[in-house]
């Protein structure tokens, strides 16, 4: 099918596009667009992965008209640099790169310089003015050549390098003089020679791009590209692409240079010029801060044309992209380049600022402004920052890289930081500067703090990436690993010792100083209007009291879904009165301290029912197991051993009789704790099966709920009380509770004459349950599912007692997600589904919500709204990210159906979560 | 509808038949139904239902016709009895019953001797030839009837009683003369007079009659009545009928008697007349255990005539009911009337004989006669036999009642014995004689022993019914309760005591005497024969040992299904390993540990494929949680603190060194165990998450077996292992572990050159399995439904610590049944189907079985069967009644299927399982 000559092979950037992946792979795709945008790209061709697999399927021979094609491109190219390829006067260099269409391990490394031979180097020189210069990359240009076109071992290379350079005063790269520089290509060219059986590293830079294009192809069939398609499913005829670019310079002098800059401050979303460069230098120079770089605006005064170029360029990305791009770029001889641009990652406000505001400058819809924010980023947003009014000592000051603020304790390298955070601490990784091998500490760590780099160093990238506050560039800092502390001017501070971080200010504080959460301000609130539009599912709290229910209202709760009432019983007199109420012999006794304990209920109901004023209320009654609320055995075991050995010492008789009837005392205390002390108290007698035996107590909590409830609505405030029973698994435990539930509250309404509407529900937290749910249903007014304890037992996976195995499983790729973390949709969430669909058949209108730490996921919250379910309860924090996740995955569902429907959708690239490990590493 | 006058409202019994329940109500069809069988029943009539809901419909007024048929009836009854209704000579007397379609509560009671006047009772003292009896019937009669159907508090009656009573010297019933009974009977006459405003007892037998069956009528709409069928859902049209039957007596003489009769012996089965009867007695006595009455084949020299009655009797019951008949009779002046029949309880042996003979005799087909005997009785037939070789000293000796034989501790009344069996003692019952009120404590008692009572008595007929060992009558003991012991002759034995009860013999025994299994017999194995001719489910057995697999063998397992690898771990050496592989801090020594456990665990596998040579061997890796291997972490704990006291009492220094070390080994162990420890074990580091983290014990244990089978095979046996995965909860699990398993198992077969076949399967037993089966199957030959751990996570209950609640549970119908014992059809069931459904979807031949506790369990075995399961797996002793159970299963369904098609069912009357407590009390 492949063998029409006048077959298209080759394509030059201005002949492609964005959606032109599969045949230009993603880098060919990706600079066409580029250079479609009209933005100012080294211009070049890329050949076909159709071409890759004639060539794979021919017996490895170029397709009939490609080579023609290419040196045509190449022609094209010429004429756009004013350059020659492989004129000695004026040579243009070019970069061979491979770019499928998925990028993958294995395939062949970008050859820089390409063109370059013995005539050549000397034209390059003398167009630097550096004939040194022009030796060294036509030194580094054979060996790499050599070993990634030709095979040859490296080692090779770098034993000849190594002793040339022994044979300078300071011994580095740099010592190389150019008549050293002559004698080692001579040399290398030897290896070659020997290694490849008389093959001579070829002089003819078409013969060079011959051979590269060739050995592009052929790493599509390279032992780990095969290894790596197999094990990740990705069929073995996609092929891969060749990109041909011409070389640009940033290093021919100080009207060249090279830098990387944001549309918009991606700190704070302000639409400013951002960035950072350095004249006469390489890209590599700016990220690696070896150099201090300036700040973009300082172009603006040393280069103007240039200057004017970018802020050309800006506009240009934005409408093209309708994003905030990060760019890299170079110049040379006045003229700015770019190479590469993608959408650049910001912080939690930037992210909301910059989204708010260009829908304001029309480039975007308000929906497509919902999508750009993630949840991670709302997250940081909500992130506390250090209180402005706390005493706090500066350590130092550094870059403002990543906002809010952090305490932990100091650690030097990553490993450690892993250590004291599984050990549950909070982690301050300090650093020289970062690497991607530094990222599993950068991932636990609270706070990043570097002694080097600007704003787009890693650690500043990384740090931004994941929401975690981070200060760069901190250079007052002089870290001793081997001692372990780091000093600062006076200051000296030791592994493991507090500080805190405040990223948005650059700060680095000592000790453990308060932090304050921060105004959300109003490109927040604009946001969220747009967000509250969209979604269908409502968002509630989980609050068991009414400080943290204000909280939740603050944060936009719609009423809350989970009060659990048992950490209303954790107080000095309450945990007495609830070890009076179980230790009880007989029901007399067991109600004289409910009675005791009801008014201290009430009161606790009442001040939810003022914070929740005009909305839901859900309350959950009693649901751990009684021991929980006895001291722990062991525990007393041992304090009972103690007492005896006192006994022992003890010299007088009052004293040994004081030890002897406490120890009676805890004895009996022991045995009932003996008693109600449970194998697997997670699936005992816990939740409504502690009512069902213990009617009285579900009667006390009922009265407290509606007493409240009672007494608030005499004082004016709306209240809609929801009972809710827990742990049912068999439908007549919850007709049988709620009979129990009923009969009390409108006993208790009547008696003050009043008439408030109250209504009785169960949570949905057993398989059982869900399996059931069109029986259950029949006693309930709402279900809410509690898929804290509905993985529990679906995976029969103790949350406690997982840590040991999960992660291995999770590393293992057993699993995918830490089920208690993202909803286990394949097997929890088809109980889910089963139990909606069962209590909808008996109920249509059943109203139905979540309430496990899941009600705060994104990925979950899109599959709850997928469900139908009416709302999902979160912790107060994580209430704006709920409502964001709703409102997602409403428009998510729109694109979906859209898409079904055939309609073309406006695809917005989405905003990268995690920096990947080539980043700028 | 009811009001044209013609319509037929009275059925005299030989009008109706079985099939008539609507109509005629339960008791008035069975009534029926003998008479149409030709046996000699008193003749009566029954009022209908209809008639019934056309009273209540029509202003309590019978509907028109009824009083008129039923007046006509009497007279068929008065034509049959050659009594007449009031007269003063013969009086004919009349029982009025109620009698719905279902039994409930709060219907109207039995009224006795309906007929009685003041004339009538001085006739009824002539024909007795006993003035004072006829005058207590009356006495009775009007007390009966004033509470009954006039409505008037017992209590008046009584308190009248007790007063004639105190003027007695002996102050009993029987010590009230003719006279004192003469002032009684005018006395309740003024008291009804005075409680109704006037109204007089009626003398008029008619007018007693009309209140009568107005009572049963009213008594339908009584508070009791409507409130059971309200919480029953029983409609409340369906109405009561009335049944009125005349009187017979049997204490007119020595020509009259009472006894109860089975048509065959219930204890063996044997074909011989078998029953106990009293002269000139009325029913009660023989029940009571008052007067001991005589075997019923002294019957044919003291009233030879009635003998032949009964015979002829026994013949019609079976030619007509086609089973075994338990009777109630009363002979009145020579003549037999039959008073009731029903299925005859029997002990198992008796079922099975009496199925597989009448099978022989041509009364019932072979499908018939398995669904004849059920679980419970094939169970009490593998019940053990006192061992004929035990030295065994007799207590006493009473009636075999129930056979088999237990040994246990002496309770002296019921809750003590509950209290014992809670406290996981074996419990005998040991009383005077039982009531229902006993049942509580018979229900948990491995044996009865009564001292009063024949073979028929409450205590024979409810332990037969339960399959408990039983011996009643054994007069000789004497029972002290306030001092709590029992005496017979030289022995006293107290409460507490240890004494063993031989069922089959009648021997009471001191101690714990050694026991042995039955011969099973050759009835049995013809039952048998048939059983496996029928099912379609296979039968395997739970089995951890050679010598259980061969127990197993024996009683027809056809594979075990679940060899759990753990229990081989117990013994002392090998727990000793097993600690060594659990402490051991690295992989070598905990390799070096695995290979000394190697070859123990490879002899019990080789010892198993010995035991089940050409069968099938499911062999589950390691299963528990590694802790369970070490000691428990409060003993341990406790044995520190012990040592510690130790330390400061000691007084050389090489002793208080040897403690230190000792103390310093125990709580580095006790680190370990802390270590090890999870709040929820149940749902803890377990099953197959153990090989995931330690694939070597996965590799260790596939070599045992794999060597074990290769070596079995080299010495002629025919293997068939099936290596079974437990606790896989995601499909990548089981992935992981087959393919270790399967790369282990191959090598080792390869290296001794073998090709037998084995297979790889998964324990489905988390609720999370058997949704994702469909993805599971993709990596199982084989599924193990593992239903105790799968009912423990789908109800979210511990099977350990669920016994303080599941008790109140099910005592007060919150369940059906305990879970662990039946299989929850609605919840567990559900995901057993899914489960079935999703793996058989993803390979259609997947072999399928279950190996918890249901296995065995009858219900279960049938859904089981239903589902379409390869096979059920269950404990040794089980596996008898897994094989009836399975073809019980195939029959039900046959009936079900040809109910469907519209075919008649020959439905046997289903054997009760149970004593109803109306049974004999």
């Known amino acids: 099918m492949f063998l029409n000559r006048d077959h298209k092979w080759v394509y030059l950037f201005q002949e492609g596009n964005a959606t032109m992946k599969a045949l230009l792979g993603g880098k060919g795709a990706n600079?066409?667009?580029?250079?479609?945008?009209?933005?100012?790209?080294?211009p070049g061709f890329t050949i076909t992965t159709e071409a890759c697999n004639a060539y794979l399927a021919y017996d490895l021979q170029f397709p009939e008209g490609m080579w023609t094609q290419s040196k045509e491109?190449?022609?094209?190219?010429?004429?756009?640099?004013?350059?020659?390829?492989?004129?000695?006067?004026?040579?243009?260099?070019?970069?061979?790169?491979?770019?499928?269409?998925?990028s993958m391990p294995g395939m062949m490394d970008t050859v820089l310089n390409l063109g370059l031979n013995d005539e050549t180097v000397e034209g390059l020189g003398k167009k630097m003015k550096d004939r040194?210069?022009?030796?060294?990359?036509?030194?580094?240009?054979?060996?790499?050549?050599?070993?990634?076109?030709?095979?040859?071992?490296?080692?090779?290379?770098?034993?000849?390098?190594?002793?040339?350079?022994?044979?300078?005063?300071?011994?580095?790269?740099?010592?190389?003089?150019?008549?050293?520089?002559?004698?080692?290509?001579v040399a290398y060219k030897r290896i070659i020679f020997a290694d490849q059986h008389g093959q001579e590293f070829p002089q003819d830079p078409y013969e060079q791009l011959r051979m590269a294009i060739s050995a592009v192809f052929d790493s599509w069939n390279g032992r780990r590209a095969i290894d790596y398609r197999r094990v990740n499913h990705i069929p073995s005829d996609l092929g891969t692409a060749v990109n041909v670019q011409a070389m640009v310079f940033g290093n021919l002098g100080w009207d060249s240079g090279t830098g990387v800059a944001f549309t918009r401050n991606p700190s704070t979303g302000e639409k400013i010029v951002f960035g950072e460069y350095l004249l006469n230098a390489q890209g590599e120079d700016v990220v690696a801060g070896i150099r201090t770089p300036k700040p973009i605006r300082n172009l603006a005064d040393e280069l103007p044309e240039v200057y004017v170029q970018l802020i050309d360029s800006f506009r240009k990305l934005e409408t093209h992209y309708l994003d905030m791009q990060d760019i890299e770029f170079t110049v040379e001889e006045n003229r700015l380049w770019l190479l590469q641009t993608r959408t650049g990652k910001r912080s939690g406000a930037a992210a909301v600022r910059i989204a708010v505001e260009m829908v304001q400058e029309g480039l975007i819809t308000q929906n497509e402004a919902v999508t750009r924010v993630n949840a991670q980023q709302?997250?940081?947003?909500?992130?506390?920052?250090?209180?402005?009014?706390?005493?706090?000592?500066?350590?130092?000051t550094g870059l403002p890289a990543s906002p809010g603020a952090s305490s932990g304790l100091v650690a030097l390298d990553p490993d450690e930081a892993v250590e004291l955070a599984e050990a549950g601490h909070p982690v301050i990784l300090v650093r020289h500067e970062t690497s991607p091998d530094d990222f599993h500490g950068m991932a636990v760590a609270e706070a990043i703090l570097t002694a080097r780099g600007g704003m787009t160093s890693h650690a500043a990238v990384v740090a931004r990436g994941m929401g975690t506050p981070c200060v760069v560039?901190?250079?007052?800092?002089?870290?001793?690993?081997?001692?372990?502390?780091?000093?600062?001017?006076?200051?000296?501070?030791?592994?493991?010792?507090?500080?805190?971080?405040?990223?948005?200010?650059?700060r680095?504080?000592?000790?453990?100083?308060?932090?304050?959460?921060?105004?959300?301000?109003?490109?927040y609130d604009t946001l969220m209007t747009w967000v509250d539009d969209i979604r269908t599912l409502k968002v509630r709290a989980n609050a068991d009291t009414g400080h943290d229910a204000s909280i939740a209202r603050d944060f936009g709760a719609e009423g809350i879904g989970l009060c659990r009432t048992e950490h209303m019983f954790f107080g000095e007199e309450r945990l007495a009165l609830m070890r009076e109420m179980i230790l009880a012999n007989d029901l007399a006794s067991r109600q004289a301290a409910l009675d005791k304990l009801l008014p201290i209920q009430k009161k606790d109901f009442y001040e939810l029912f003022e914070a929740m004023d005009g909305l839901p209320l859900t309350i959950r009654l009693l649901d751990p197991p009684l021991h929980e609320f006895l001291p722990n055995f062991d525990e007393l075991q041992a304090e009972i051993a103690n007492l005896k050995l006192k006994v022992q010492k003890a010299d007088s008789f009052p004293q040994i009789d004081q030890l002897l009837k406490d120890i009676v005392e805890k004895e009996e205390l022991l045995h009932r704790v003996e008693q109600l002390r449970e194998s697997n108290p997670m699936l005992g007698h816990r939740g409504c099966r502690l009512g069902m035996v213990y009617p009285e107590v579900t009667v006390m909590q009922t009265k407290a709920i509606m007493e409240a409830a009672a007494e608030a609505v005499i004082a004016g405030i709306w209240v809609y009380p929801e009972i809710m029973i827990p742990l049912v698994s068999v439908d007549l435990e919850l007709a049988s509770q709620r009979k129990l539930v009923e009969e009390t509250a409108i006993q208790v309404r009547g008696s003050y004459?009043?008439?408030?509407?109250?209504?009785?529900?169960?949570?949905?937290?057993?398989?059982?349950?869900?399996?059931?749910?069109?029986?259950?249903?029949?006693?309930a007014d709402f279900f809410s599912f509690g898929t804290?304890?509905?993985?529990?037992?679906?995976?029969?996976?103790?949350?406690?007692?997982?840590?040991?195995?999960?992660?291995?499983?999770?590393?293992?790729?057993?699993?995918?997600?830490?089920p208690f973390q993202v909803l286990d949709q394949d097997g929890v969430g088809q109980l889910v589904k089963i139990g909606v669909e069962r209590g909808r058949q008996t109920k249509s209108d059943l109203k139905i919500g979540i309430c496990g730490e899941h009600g705060g996921e994104p990925k979950s919250i899109a599959f709850c709204h997928g469900l139908g379910l009416d709302y999902v309860s979160c912790s107060p924090y994580r209430v704006p990210i709920a409502r964001l996740s709703a409102a997602q995955a409403v428009l998510a569902e729109r694109d979906l159906k859209a898409k079904a429907a055939g309609k073309p959708i406006p695809a917005p690239e989405p905003v990268a979560k995690k920096p990947k490990k080539s980043a700028k590493a």
Chains 1, 2 share one sequence.
């Open 508 to 523: 680095v504080l000592v000790g453990q100083v308060e932090t304050i959460q921060p105004k959300l301000g109003e490109y």
């Open 132 to 185: 040194r210069f022009a030796l060294d990359a036509y030194r580094r240009f054979i060996s790499m050549f050599g070993h990634i076109v030709m095979g040859v071992d490296t080692e090779k290379f770098d034993r000849v390098l190594a002793r040339y350079k022994s044979q300078t005063v300071g011994g580095g790269d740099t010592d190389l003089t150019p008549e050293l520089l002559e004698k080692i290509i």
């Open 473 to 506: 560039g901190a250079e007052e800092i002089n870290i001793d690993l081997r001692e372990g502390f780091f000093r600062s001017g006076m200051h000296s501070v030791r592994r493991g010792d507090w500080v805190t971080i405040d990223g948005s200010t650059g």
């Open 31 to 42: 600079v066409s667009e580029m250079t479609a945008a009209g933005l100012p790209v080294p």
């Open 73 to 102: 491109s190449l022609k094209d190219i010429e004429k756009k640099t004013k350059k020659k390829f492989g004129d000695p006067k004026n040579p243009l260099l070019v970069s061979v790169r491979s770019g499928a269409s998925i």
């Open 788 to 818: 804290n304890d509905l993985t529990q037992t679906t995976f029969g996976l103790s949350r406690d007692d997982s840590g040991r195995f999960l992660s291995h499983y999770i590393t293992n790729k057993v699993m995918q997600n830490d």
């Open 753 to 779: 004459g009043l008439k408030f509407k109250f209504t009785v529900g169960t949570m949905i937290e057993l398989p059982r349950a869900a399996l059931t749910a069109d029986k259950i249903a029949e006693h």
């Open 378 to 396: 709302l997250d940081q947003l909500l992130h506390p920052m250090v209180d402005p009014k706390a005493d706090a000592e500066v350590i130092t």
